[in-house]
Every structure is written in structure tokens, then in C-alpha cells.
T-cell receptor
């Protein structure tokens, strides 16, 4: 699985958009980009995933660059409850060794009042 | 639906004791995972099971064994606990059948302290 690089921490003002970057320069063609977050020692929570098109759901938007070597998770209107560690993961399709998911250390997003 | 259920939620062991962490999911997922998380660290994969009857090592398998008992259950065993195994353990599952890129569902975690 491709490795990812994320900044260790970011701040964001409440009500503003939070843009969390992720570099995955070794991503291969069949690997998806996943985002999860973990709020204070709870189990991680799925946010969104994509392959090459931009994706949006009720929680966030995912922007993947055309060369797929980086992506940005956007929380459009951050609230204090969005304070969490955000993990970016890339992985291949199901089957064999590509089935495992490796989490890095993520980005600690601190939403400030 | 309960999702992913882990037991116990808290456990204190003495060095050298053994124990098994239990995990069960009711979502009919084929893949299951065990992670550990040390304070201030990200999650590290211990073992995973791509499907019933198969298991494989992750990043940090030493000192652990696993059993995929059936499709629902995936247990993690510490044969001789060491203080370095003090951590929070998370079980997760997901559906990877039919070409799906399934999302991971996590349990609430099991907090283990080894004295």
C-alpha cells in the first residue's frame, strides 16, 4: 500500500472551512484514498473515500488532484466537535496483501472558538 | 445492529499472564482487523483476516496470536503479556466482497494495562 504524509497538526476557526492535505505520491492506479477521523480515544470513524473523482457527502468533500498524488479533505463549516485526529489512507482493492489498511499518525485538527 | 462489539472494555494484567480479546461483528463483513494504539500514536495493524479461515500478519504481530473463529468473530490472544503491550486495542471489520471498497467499522476499543 502507498504511504501517506500528513501535517501533524492544524488549527481552524469555528465556522470556517478546514482543509486537510495529504500527500500520497506513490499511489498506484487501483488504490483508493480513504479518510477517517478519531475523536479522543474513540474508535475511528469513516468520513469519505474516492478513487479519482472528487467526492462529497454529508460530512465532507474530498478533492483528489488529477495526478492522484495528493488530496484534500474539506470540512466546509468546522465546529468544535470536529476537533479530532484525521487519518488519510490509501489502499488497493480487496484481496491478498492489499486488503490490510495501514494508518499513519494523522493530522490533529483543533477547531478554535 | 450492534456493529462491532469488543470485550472486555478494560483489563489489567500482570506480566506473563495470558488473555484473549474478543471481537464480533453483525454486519456480515468478510474482513476483520486488530489494531493497537499507544498514547499519542496512530493505529498500528497487528493482524487481519481477509476472509473466514484466513489470517495474516500486519505491522506489529509479535507477541500476539489470532483466531478467525467464524465469519462473525475474530479474537486476539496475548500468550504472555508484557508491559510493552499496554495499549488500546481496536477491532474493525469491513465488506470487501464483489469489488467493493468497503469502509471500516470500528469497535469502541479495549484498554489493556500490563503491570
Amino acid at each position: 500500500d502507498a504511504k501517506t504524509t500528513q501535517p501533524p497538526s492544524m488549527d481552524c476557526a469555528e465556522g470556517r472551512a478546514a482543509n486537510l492535505p495529504c500527500n500520497h505520491s506513490t499511489i498506484s492506479g487501483n488504490e483508493y484514498v480513504y479518510w477517517y477521523r478519531q475523536i479522543h480515544s474513540q474508535g475511528p470513524q469513516y468520513i469519505i473515500h474516492g478513487l479519482k473523482n472528487n467526492e462529497t457527502n454529508e460530512m465532507a468533500s474530498l478533492i483528489i488532484t488529477e495526478d492522484r498524488k495528493s488530496s484534500t479533505l474539506i470540512l466546509p463549516h468546522a465546529t468544535l466537535r470536529d476537533t479530532a485526529v484525521y487519518y488519510c489512507i490509501v489502499r488497493g482493492n480487496y484481496g491478498g496483501a492489499t486488503n490490510k489498511l495501514i494508518f499513519g499518525t494523522g493530522t490533529l485538527l483543533a477547531v478554535q472558538p | 445492529n450492534a456493529g462491532v462489539t469488543q470485550t472486555p472494555k478494560f483489563q489489567v494484567l500482570k506480566t506473563g499472564q495470558s488473555m484473549t480479546l474478543q471481537c464480533a461483528q453483525d454486519m456480515n463483513h468478510n474482513s476483520m482487523y486488530w489494531y493497537r494504539q499507544d498514547p499519542g500514536m496512530g493505529l498500528r495493524l497487528i493482524y487481519y483476516s481477509a476472509s473466514e479461515g484466513t489470517t495474516d500478519k500486519g505491522e506489529v504481530p509479535n507477541g500476539y496470536n489470532v483466531s478467525r473463529l467464524n465469519k462473525r468473530e475474530f479474537s486476539l490472544r496475548l500468550e504472555s503479556a508484557a508491559p510493552s503491550q499496554t495499549s488500546v486495542y481496536f477491532c474493525a471489520s469491513r465488506d470487501t466482497t464483489g469489488g467493493r471498497a468497503g469502509e471500516l467499522f470500528f469497535g469502541e476499543g479495549s484498554r489493556l494495562t500490563v503491570l
